[in-house]
């Protein structure tokens, strides 16, 4: 059974640094092919994609928040992490982690998110 | 504004068929297959359809995807009141390198 579950601030002031952590079972991150995602939502509005990591160490990013961004992973300990800087009250959504095989980025696996309120 | 257009609501009688349609470029949709997710009420997304028309294991029969183009389309037959959800396309992006998302298309049954 592959289950994923974000942890980290329920709230952050703005400026600060966000870090957030997927913790995962259900499957390993060195497996070829396996892959983390992060994904955002603002409250009522759209998914937003914000990072991946692959098995390999390959990742990728939101070319929006590319410059305030991280993504690292700890294969030992079956979890990814993922920082944002400069948090700013836009920043303020659900945030998603979730899980693609095969070197896809079909996210077949979903955590229940995680509301960061970004605020002073 | 999303990379991906969908349009903002759709709407069906229980029983009909509805579709709901997802408009990229060149570098998405017309390069890349198509996913397309279910998000109900509270909850995190669910993979619906992968590669443009498949369905995971679990997912019925009623929900079909299509990709023509630089368009895809999502198919919901034999509507039912708990398919009352929030739907989003995707894509990966040559361009932007990355996966894009549709804006969502909140799906009402009547």
């Known amino acids: 059974q592959i289950t994923l579950e974000e942890s980290g601030p329920t709230l952050v002031k703005p400026t600060q640094t966000l870090t957030l952590t997927c913790s995962f079972s259900g499957f390993s991150l060195s497996t070829s092919g396996a892959g983390v995602g992060w994904i955002r939502q603002p409250p009522g509005k759209a998914l937003e994609w914000l990072a991946l990591?692959?098995?390999?160490?390959?990742?990728r990013f939101g070319p929006s928040l590319k410059s305030r961004l991280t993504i690292t992973k700890d294969t030992s300990k079956n979890q990814v992490v993922l920082t944002m800087t400069n948090m700013d009250p836009v920043d303020t959504a659900t945030y998603y982690c979730a899980v693609a095989f095969y070197s896809s980025w079909d996210f077949s696996y979903w955590g229940q998110g995680t509301l960061v309120t970004v605020s002073s | 504004q999303s990379v991906l257009t969908q349009p903002p609501s759709a709407s069906g009688t229980p029983g009909q068929r509805v579709t709901i349609s997802c408009s990229g470029g060149s570098s998405s949709i017309g390069s890349n297959t198509v996913d397309w997710y279910q998000q109900l009420p509270g909850t995190a997304p669910k993979l619906l359809i992968y590669s443009s028309h498949l369905r995971p294991s679990g997912v019925p029969d009623r929900f079909s995807g299509s990709r023509s183009g630089t368009s895809a389309s999502l198919a919901i037959g034999g509507l039912q009141s708990e398919d009352e959800a929030d739907y989003y396309c995707a894509a990966w992006d040559d361009s932007l390198d990355g996966v894009v998302f549709g804006g969502g298309t909140k799906l009402t049954v009547l």
């Open positions: 990591i692959y098995w390999d160490d390959n990742k």
